[in-house]
């Protein structure tokens, strides 16, 4: 199994621009989150999802979307890049919604 | 307001010499306290779950326990590949996915 895979792993957008943060996950999980972690900060949450065709907002979605057309992918979009949105993005996933497995994160910088 | 704190921030052992990492919680309705290790330029990576008051997981020279307000993470005889970041969580209730995370312990083990 591989896991949780983001991609990609490194990133370099410009003010304005929209990309897309891909994650797969290989284990059948329901459970799928977007999490974001800035230098000193705790991870925050930015979306999840608890199946195919259900999301919902975290702690801080907003500038992001995502979808969940299948179990195993959870896409995140980021619309009208800014500077704020500077930050190391982690996909998780999980079966029970406790214990998460991660991803080994997307390092994005809007310059 | 629900807050995960841990500490120290940082922490420098010699090899061999055993400590703890502290996590405390002020949140109502514990469903699930998390921790993770995480290496520079990875994601975290799941080591144990604690669910009520009294419990106790062991893993190689690590031990975690868990008291109504705290957990500690106990490292004895700690190596250099012990050296990590240790993160916390808790999942409490109040919606499906409230899950909190520390700002984490950065270990750091001297040969």
């Known amino acids: 199994n591989a896991g949780v895979t983001q991609t990609p792993k490194f990133r370099i957008l410009k003010i304005g621009q929209s990309m897309t943060l891909q994650c797969t996950q290989d284990?059948?999980?329901?459970?799928m989150y977007w999490y974001r972690q800035d230098p000193g900060m705790g991870l925050k949450l930015i979306y999840y999802s608890v199946g195919a065709g259900i999301t919902d907002k975290g702690e801080v979605p907003n500038g992001y979307n995502v979808s969940r057309s299948t179990t195993e992918d959870f896409p995140l979009r980021l619309e009208l890049a800014a500077p704020s949105q500077t930050s190391v993005y982690f996909c998780?996933?999980?079966?029970?919604?406790?214990?998460?497995?991660f991803g080994p994160g997307t390092r994005l910088t809007v310059l | 307001e629900d807050q995960v704190t841990q500490s120290p921030e940082a922490l420098r052992l010699q090899e061999g010499e055993s400590s703890s990492l502290n996590c405390s919680y002020t949140?109502?309705?514990?469903?699930?306290l998390f921790w993770y290790r995480q290496d520079p330029g990875k994601g975290p990576e799941f080591l144990f779950t604690?669910?009520?008051a009294g419990e106790e997981k062991e893993k190689e020279r690590l031990k975690a326990t868990l008291t109504k307000k705290e957990s500690f993470l106990h490292i004895t005889a700690p190596k250099p590949e012990d050296s990590a970041t240790y993160l916390c969580a808790v999942r409490y209730t109040g919606g499906y996915q409230k899950v909190t995370f520390g700002t984490g312990t950065k270990l750091q083990v001297i040969p």
């Open positions: 998780a996933s999980s079966y029970t919604a406790d214990t998460q497995y």
């Open positions: 604690l669910y009520s």
């Open positions: 284990m059948n999980h329901n459970y």
């Open positions: 949140v109502s309705g514990l469903r699930g």
